[in-house]
C-alpha cells in the first residue's frame, strides 16, 4: 500500500492524483492533519498530524511505500519529520520518499539545514528512501498574484540586491554520446 503524507497541500493533492491513476484508489492512502479536507479524495483517509506522534503509527499501518511531504512549519520540521520517520520504522515501512531541497547536501540558504538533517536521519533510520531534491514550486508564487496584478508590482526581500545585467544567449554544441 502507498500512503501519501502532507496529502491534503498543493503537491499532495497532485501526487494523490497520479497514484490513483496508476496504483488505484485501493492502494492509495491519504494521511493529513484534517482528514475532512480529503474528503473529496476517492482514497481511505487517516489523519496523520507531524506534531501529534501519536497519530503516525496507526497511520502508517499496512503501509509499504510512503511520501513524506515536507512539513511547512520552519524551525519545527526536524522534529516533525523525525516523529514520521520513527513511526514509518515502528509500522514496517518499507521505502520513504521524502521532499528534500535542491542541492540540500550544499545548499547555504536557511531552509537547506532542515531538509539536511531530515535526510540524516532517513540515513540513519535503516529504511531504504528516496530523495526528491526539488526546486522551489511555482505554485509558491499563486497566492501572490492577485495582489501582484492589482498593484503593477511583485514585491519581495531582495534589500540592496540587484538583478543581474543581461547575459547574451549562448550557443552550445550537443555532447557527443560516449
Known amino acids: 500500500m502507498y500512503a501519501v503524507a502532507g496529502a491534503s497541500g498543493q503537491l499532495g493533492r497532485l501526487v494523490l492524483a497520479e497514484l490513483v491513476a496508476r496504483a488505484g484508489a485501493a492502494r492509495v492512502v491519504a494521511l493529513a492533519r ?15 498530524d507531524y506534531d501529534k506522534p501519536e497519530t503516525l503509527a496507526p497511520a502508517l499501518a499496512g503501509v509499504e511505500r510512503l511520501l513524506l511531504i515536507s512539513g511547512n512549519a520552519v524551525g ?12 514509518a520504522r515502528a509500522a514496517g515501512v518499507k521505502l520513504i520518499a521524502y521532499t528534500s531541497i535542491l542541492h540540500a547536501d550544499t545548499s547555504t540558504i536557511g531552509l537547506a539545514q532542515e531538509h539536511r538533517e531530515t535526510e540524516a536521519l532517513l540515513r540513519a533510520s535503516g529504511i531504504p528512501f528516496v530523495l526528491l531534491r526539488n526546486g522551489w514550486y511555482n505554485e509558491n508564487y499563486t497566492g501572490a498574484l492577485a495582489p501582484a ?4 508590482a511583485i514585491l519581495g526581500a531582495a534589500g540592496e540586491g540587484a538583478s543581474p545585467a543581461p547575459r547574451e544567449p549562448t550557443m552550445r554544441r550537443p555532447r557527443r554520446p560516449r
Open 34 to 48: 484534517d482528514p475532512a479536507k480529503l474528503a473529496d479524495a476517492g482514497v481511505a483517509v487517516r489523519q496523520a
Open 149 to 152: 496584478i492589482a498593484h503593477g
Open 76 to 87: 519545527a520540521r526536524v522534529a516533525q519529520h523525525q516523529a514520521v520517520i520513527a513511526a
